[in-house]
Structure formats: structure tokens, C-alpha cells
């Protein structure tokens, strides 16, 4: 039986909200592990404004230091994680440390939000939703592994309801048993710019599209679900942007800054539909662009549904 064992080695202050994330490294890591110690600096930065949640970084051996050097925020919770059938070293196999960020959702909270540390200002807003479970995607993101309608992205999860924790330990216990020896095979295929792995970039996710998806979908839950209608890293990478044009979009990622949608409008109506015919999932985003007018603040859309239509 696969058990995930942690130990506390900073408390922040307790709230009935808590906000989590992880922080390690892997072994034959394919970026500088400097690059996500910037980005946990950041990421703290970025939730302290978050008053009323414990703030909780789960780490193994391959970060403890640093999280603990950079945790001085008094709702910071520095919280160290071992699983004995998935180490390798120091540290754990692949991206098994992505799995950890969620353990907060199978414990009793308010309302519990598993992130990524690599993301911008404007993902921190709860924007007043009340529904059970947010979910966050974005044109294009089905994975074949995945095949949901409405594809969770683990970068942004927020649940107010505790999951059981068998969801998490038979997942586990299957990964070892070679159940999804096919799912991990098409995910490091489908990484082709990253190392493979037996637990590849994509696992996290296939837990939250798999069981957690079908645990929500047979209850009676009000979902809020945030499409965000613009794929940057697909457009940017093949729609041919100029230096430019490159540099408004990403700015617009960054900052959210509504500035700048009139002249997102007209880079997307020029660069998107030639790559349609190659990326039928772009097809929505063609159709919002034809009544510019409706697009106020962003590039999303929100929907409330119940959990049986996902």
C-alpha cells in the first residue's frame, strides 16, 4: 500500500482556508532548480495578500532548506513529504511531488486551492464564486489520456468539499501495480521536450481527470468551470507572432492588463484562423473573435454546471 508520510516543520497560522503547492526537485531535472526557487519566492509574494489562508509548501528533502529559508510569512506552513515506494534518491521519482499538493483535499477545510508556483498575478482571484469545485481550463488542453469534456488543470484546482482519501491511495497503488502503464507511455510521448519518466509531467492531472473528475460527476455538486479562450504557448509557438506581437500577448498573461485586449483582438484575428485547419480546437476562439465587442475584460468564459453534466 502506497502512503504518503509528512511531518510539519513549519506551522503557519491555522485558517479554515488553505491554499497549497510543491516544491522540489527531480532527479535528471530539465530546468535549473534556481528557476523554481525564483519561483517560490514569488509565489509566496504573491499569496501574502491572502490574510485569511494558511499558505502550505510541500517539500521533500530536495527543497526543505530553501522552503524554510524563504517561509517567513507567519501563515506559511512548511510541510516535508516521504513515500517510501516512490523515492529515488533524495528525493522522489519524476513528478511525484506534484501529488503531495493535494493531500489538503482530503482533509476537513472551508475551502482548499492546489497551485502551481509558476503562474501569474492574475490567477489569484476567487472572483466571489460560491459553487462546490472550481475548475480552470483552457482551449486545447484534452490530452487523449485525459478525453473529459471539460479538462482540469492541476495548476488551479479549488474544491470546497473533502475528498476521500482512498481516491489518492488506490490511484497511487495502481501507478505501482502497472495499471496506467499506457496513460504514462502516451503522456512521455506527448512530452517530447521533457526527459520520460515512469511518473512524467501529466500524472497530477490524469488523478484529477480520472478518479477525482468521476468521484465529482456522480454527486450533486455545483460546479463553476473558467475556459480561458486563449492556449498562449500554442498560439505563440504556431501562429508565426512577430517580436511584438509576442511581447503584448505576453505581457497580457502576466498582468491581466485590460489594456491591452484591443490590440490582443486584432493580433489574434490576423495570426489565428491560418492555423485553424491544423488546430480545430482554436475553432471557439475564431467565432469570439467575429464580435470583438463582447470581449470586455478577459478572454474567458464563465460557466455554472452540475457535476452530472461534466
Known amino acids: 500500500m502506497s502512503q504518503i508520510q509528512t511531518k510539519v516543520l513549519k506551522q503557519g497560522t491555522v485558517h479554515p482556508r488553505v491554499i497549497s503547492c510543491s516544491f522540489f ?9 534556481e528557476k523554481y526557487e525564483r519561483h517560490l519566492q514569488k509565489f509566496l509574494h504573491q499569496v501574502r495578500f491572502f490574510k485569511d489562508f494558511e499558505v502550505r509548501v510541500y517539500t521533500d528533502d ?4 530553501f522552503a524554510l529559508k524563504v517561509a517567513k510569512d ?4 512548511v510541510i516535508h513529504f516521504d513515500c517510501p515506494q516512490f523515492r529515488e534518491g533524495d528525493g522522489h521519482i519524476g513528478t511525484f511531488g506534484t501529488f503531495v499538493r493535494f493531500l489538503p483535499l482530503f482533509e ?3 475551502l482548499t486551492w492546489s497551485s502551481d508556483i509558476d503562474i501569474p498575478d492574475n490567477y489569484f482571484s476567487l472572483e466571489n464564486s460560491d459553487k462546490d469545485f472550481r475548475i480552470y481550463t483552457h482551449l486545447c488542453y484534452d490530452r487523449k489520456v485525459y478525453g473529459r469534456k471539460y479538462t482540469i488543470s492541476a495548476g488551479r484546482f479549488i474544491s470546497r468539499h473533502q475528498l476521500p482519501r482512498a481516491l489518492l491511495t488506490r490511484f497511487l497503488n495502481k501507478v505501482l501495480d502497472g495499471g496506467y502503464n499506457n496513460e504514462i507511455e502516451l503522456l512521455n510521448k506527448a512530452n517530447k521536450h ?3 519518466s515512469p511518473f512524467p509531467y501529466g500524472v497530477d492531472e490524469l488523478f484529477l481527470n480520472w478518479p477525482v473528475y468521476d468521484w465529482i460527476k456522480k454527486r450533486d455538486f455545483q460546479v463553476n468551470i473558467l475556459i480561458d479562450y486563449v492556449p498562449a504557448m500554442l498560439i505563440n509557438y ?8 509576442d511581447a503584448i500577448v505576453y505581457q497580457f498573461y502576466k498582468t491581466n492588463d485590460k489594456k491591452l485586449i484591443p490590440k490582443l483582438i486584432d493580433i489574434y484575428r490576423k495570426k489565428v484562423p491560418p492555423i485553424v485547419d491544423k488546430y480545430p480546437c482554436l475553432q471557439p476562439l475564431v467565432d469570439k473573435l467575429k464580435n ?8 474567458f468564459e464563465r460557466i455554472n454546471i452540475n457535476s452530472k453534466d461534466l
Open 292 to 299: 470583438p465587442s463582447k470581449i470586455k475584460n478577459d478572454f
Open 62 to 65: 530536495t527543497g526543505k532548506d
Open 238 to 245: 504556431n501562429a508565426g507572432l512577430t517580436k511584438d506581437e
Open 74 to 77: 507567519p501563515n506559511v506552513s
Open 108 to 110: 476537513e477545510h472551508e
Open 194 to 196: 521533457k526527459p520520460p
Open 25 to 33: 526537485t527531480m532527479k535528471d531535472a530539465y530546468r535549473s532548480f
